[in-house]
């Protein structure tokens, strides 16, 4: 079993910043394929970012230059710095797992911007 806990969300203003973390705990063999999916009200959940491999990222034309994902092997964590953050970023964001072919999901934490 695979577990993962996503923590960090809350209201902000436009322009703040969050930082979501990711814990990842269980039967884990590696972290190499890591994302962080968002899900807004009435929309269908779309990828935000990834990692895989040795580092490779990935990220939504949405949010580039303004997210940044990042991995922390030693704790089994996985991170997503959201700066500037828009009214248009309220979701719901989930972490993500994929491993031996089997998708994992967190249960997701809120994030709301709001003035």
């Known amino acids: 079993q695979v577990q993962l806990v996503e923590s960090g969300g809350g209201l902000v203003q436009p322009g703040g910043s969050l930082r979501l973390s990711c814990e990842v705990s269980g039967s884990i063999f590696s972290l190499n394929f890591m994302g962080w999916y968002r899900q807004a009200p009435g929309k269908e959940r779309e990828l935000v970012a990834n990692?895989?491999?040795?580092?490779?990222?990935n990220y939504a034309n949405s949010v580039k230059a303004r997210f940044t994902i990042s991995r922390d092997n030693a704790k089994n964590t996985v991170f997503l710095q959201m700066t500037n953050l828009k009214a248009e970023d309220t979701a719901v964001y989930y972490c993500?797992?994929?491993?031996?072919?089997?998708?994992?999901w967190g249960e997701g934490t809120l994030v709301t911007v709001s003035s």
């Open positions: 993500n797992l994929v491993q031996s072919g089997t998708a994992y």
């Open positions: 990692i895989v491999g040795n580092g490779i990222v």
